[in-house]
C-alpha cells in the first residue's frame, strides 16, 4: 500500500521561507514522477514542481528560481523548499506520485492528505 505524507506547511509573512517534506511509504516504481501540487480556495489546482526518476525536475513559471525540488531516496522524501515566499503562494500543498504526473497532477496515481501554506502581506 503506497502512502504519502506531508509535513512542514504553516504560517510565514511575505519573504520568508518553508521546507515541505513528503515521506513515501511502499512506492517502488523504478521509472516515476513525484511532485508538488497546490489548490488554493476558489482555484483549480496547479503543479508547483515535479521531480522525476531520471532526476529531471519541472517547475511551474511562477516558483522558478523560488523554490527548489529534491529527493533523497535514502529516506524516500519528496522535499519543496520554498524562499521567498508571496502572498500568492498561499495553498493547500499536496504531494503526489505516480508512473507519471501530469502538469496538474491529472495522472498522478498516489496523492497525500496536504499541508496548508499561509504567506501573509
Known amino acids: 500500500q503506497v502512502k504519502l505524507v506531508e509535513s512542514g506547511g504553516g504560517s510565514v509573512q511575505a519573504g520568508g521561507s518553508l521546507r515541505l517534506s513528503c515521506a513515501a511509504s511502499?512506492?517502488?516504481?523504478?521509472?516515476?514522477?513525484m511532485g508538488w501540487f497546490r489548490q488554493a480556495p476558489g482555484k483549480e489546482r496547479e503543479g508547483v514542481a515535479r521531480?522525476?526518476?531520471?532526476?529531471?525536475?519541472m517547475y511551474a513559471e511562477s516558483v522558478k528560481g523560488r523554490f527548489t525540488v529534491s529527493k533523497d531516496s535514502a529516506k524516500n522524501t519528496l522535499y519543496l523548499q520554498m524562499g521567498r515566499l508571496e502572498p500568492e503562494d498561499t495553498a493547500m500543498y499536496y504531494c503526489?506520485?505516480?508512473?507519471?504526473?501530469?502538469?496538474?497532477?491529472?495522472?498522478?496515481?498516489?496523492w497525500g492528505q496536504g499541508t496548508q501554506v499561509t504567506v501573509s502581506s
Open positions: 503526489a506520485a505516480g508512473a507519471s504526473c501530469g502538469p496538474n497532477g491529472g495522472r498522478a496515481e498516489y
Open positions: 511502499g512506492f517502488t516504481y523504478s521509472r516515476y514522477c
Open positions: 521531480f522525476y526518476s531520471s532526476n529531471t525536475t
